[in-house]
């Protein structure tokens, strides 16, 4: 994965690179000076000063759009994170409780058993009681 990122980044920099000397190229081609009119004023200048300008103004108009949409974003991310840490929570409290009730449940359904089990055993009893007329705990003759 680390292989792909520095790959990443190699390409990057001859991007950069590439980038730099197309520039450096377009300003020594463009020397010329020309005039700029801002409405109130006219100025003249190279043109490559003037291009780049205008670059570095679009540059940073698109950083503050950008980093505000971002801010934004990150803001909305930390409350979605916020809200299901929330949901994870109360869900968990639910499954908590539901859990007891089942235990709860299956305490008093093992109590029953062991209730109707003693019944059974003693209904056991009696009737071989009631059928043999002797005490069950005495060796039967069979």
Do not use: C, H
């Not at 190229?25 to 100025?43: K, R, W, Y």
């Not at 679009?58 to 971002?70: D, N, P, Q």
């Not at 235990?103 to 003693?122: G, H, V």
């Amino acid at each position: 994965m680390s292989g792909a990122i520095i790959m990443k980044n190699q390409w990057r920099l001859v991007a950069g690179i590439i980038l730099i000397i197309i520039i450096v190229l377009f300003a020594v081609f463009n020397v010329d000076s020309v005039p700029v009119n801002f409405g109130f004023a006219v100025v003249d200048g190279p043109l490559i000063i003037v291009i780049l300008v205008s670059l570095l103004m679009g540059s940073l108009i698109t950083l503050l759009v950008a980093t505000g949409s971002a801010t934004k974003k990150n803001k909305e991310f930390k409350q979605m994170r916020a809200e299901i840490d929330t949901k994870g929570k109360e869900i968990q409290k639910a499954v908590d409780a539901t859990k007891v009730g089942y235990e709860q449940q299956l305490a008093e359904l093992r109590t029953e058993l062991t209730q109707k089990d003693s019944k059974i055993n003693s209904l056991e009893e009696e009737l071989i009681k009631k059928f043999t007329g002797a005490n069950p705990n005495q060796p039967s003759s069979i």
